[in-house]
């Protein structure tokens, strides 16, 4: 059990996509583990393998008032809609922006134990499924802006074209 260090930008790891894991062992509940604790001691809502050095399809999450749980190979089988949200990282730290996400998501994907899930999700947890498993694919959300205007530096309360960065 280990609390560790979150990768951020521009950290190649967070532009690969993520290994198929074939077997739930020791290394990967291990792995889990590792996991768990680094986002208890953070304060983000999801953390996928990849923003802690690991090239792994593997995601936790936290929603509030939730369990923590690992969702392994996860992936998106449906999609419903469309909401404006305002989405943050831990691999982007400091920075928040507008995007679009799914107003509801479908996914699939095996537990630690390799029992199969399936999660059907609105609101929050539905941004935060799409915005782990978009990391497990080299994504991240700041992809998805239409504009610097919608990328905000949260100790400055500017946008980020507005004082040039990202």
Do not use: W
């Not at 304060?43 to 399809?57: E, K």
């Amino acid at each position: 059990m280990a609390i560790k260090p979150i990768r951020c930008l521009p950290d190649p790891i967070l532009r690969k996509k993520a290994k198929r894991i074939s077997t739930i062992d020791k290394s990967i509940l291990k792995l889990i583990t590792d996991m768990k604790d680094t986002l208890s001691n953070a304060t983000g809502l999801g953390l996928s393998a990849p923003q802690v050095g690991v090239s792994l399809r593997l995601c936790v999450l936290h929603m509030p008032e939730e369990e923590l749980f690992a969702l392994v190979n996860p992936r998106v089988i449906k999609r419903i809609g469309e909401r404006e949200v305002v989405e943050g990282c831990l691999s982007i730290p400091s920075y928040q922006g507008r995007i679009k996400r799914s107003a509801a998501v479908t996914v699939t994907g095996v537990d630690r134990y390799g029992k199969p899930m399936r999660i059907r999700a609105t609101g929050i947890l539905a941004q935060a499924l799409e915005h782990e498993i978009d990391h497990l694919d080299g994504i991240l959300y700041i992809d998805h802006l239409n504009s610097l205007d919608k990328l905000y530096r949260l100790d400055l309360g500017q946008s980020a074209a507005e004082i040039g960065a990202a």
